[in-house]
């Protein structure tokens, strides 16, 4: 009953948006909105609910994808969009209606949790029982909890001291995944000649092998110390931490001539916000809340693809 008198609610917004000019010719933003399934007839009805004195455009190459065009990005909206996107499991976001995904030059991935399902940490240290440890460590630092994220992953690193390097393998090879839509995604930008960079607060071992398997230009990661076939509990070098993070997008879009308003940076966590804040268009990725209300759009149900679907051909 209360998801009904909410979503009856929002519908009331949606007719009362039309008289209050959210819907409008001289307006240059697309609302988009997409599914990880074609919609249902119901999805489709409640689509057109949106934009009651519009008339919504369905991608004729996919029955998941639609745009509403000319709309003014106001609060109203943005609140039905949250209930509408909610109620419906599908993500409705906003972009410029005058930007092609071709006049980006960068593409910037963190790479746990975002690139990838896992967050190779957690599953590291599950080969020496220390998994919920660790864990609860990662969740507080990625929602924002712990404001200090190289003294986060120090305590996360030393807690593997002694731990054979031979599980950072099998972590590669039995449980690193790699998110739904990476794969078609990175093929996408890159035959438009958007370069890519994969920049993570996790480790190299894991971004030296995404970077060839993908196709990737770019990698920067933390180095863990391994001596004689055991990690240390170290890290080597600078941590890629927050601040590292924005600077490398910085210094690899100048690298292949572009500025950072010429960057795509998706994220999940509070240790992305600062490359994100930095960036022409930032993504939440199944992202934790504060990156989410602070991010260009969020994708919470369709996949790293559907970054192809948001701007005009």
Known sequence: MALFCRIAACCQTYEASVGNGLFDATMTNDLVILGPA???????DAIRALAPGAAPQFDARSASIARIANVA????????????????????????????????????????????TIECIDEIADYCGLKAEVSAITEAAMRGEIKDFNESLTRRVALLRGLDASALDRVYEERLKLSPGAEDMLRGVQALGIRTLLVSGGFTFFTDRLGPRLGLDVTRANTLEIVDGKLTGRVLGEIVNAEVKARTVAEVAAQFGATPDQAIVMGDGSN???????????????????????????????????LLALFRP
Do not use: C, W, Y
């Open 272 to 306: 992305d916000l600062l490359m994100m804040a930095i960036a022409g268009l930032s993504v939440a990725f199944r992202a934790k809340p504060v990156v989410r209300e602070k991010a260009s759009v969020a994708f919470n149900h369709v996949g790293l693809d559907g």
């Open 38 to 44: 074609p919609f249902s007839p119901a999805q489709a």
């Open 73 to 116: 990005d106001t609060p109203a909206l943005r609140a039905s969009m949250a209930v509408f996107a909610q109620a419906q499991s599908l993500d409705a976001v906003i972009v410029d209606g005058t930007r092609r995904l071709a006049d980006f030059k960068l593409v910037a991935m963190d790479m746990d949790s975002t690139l990838i």
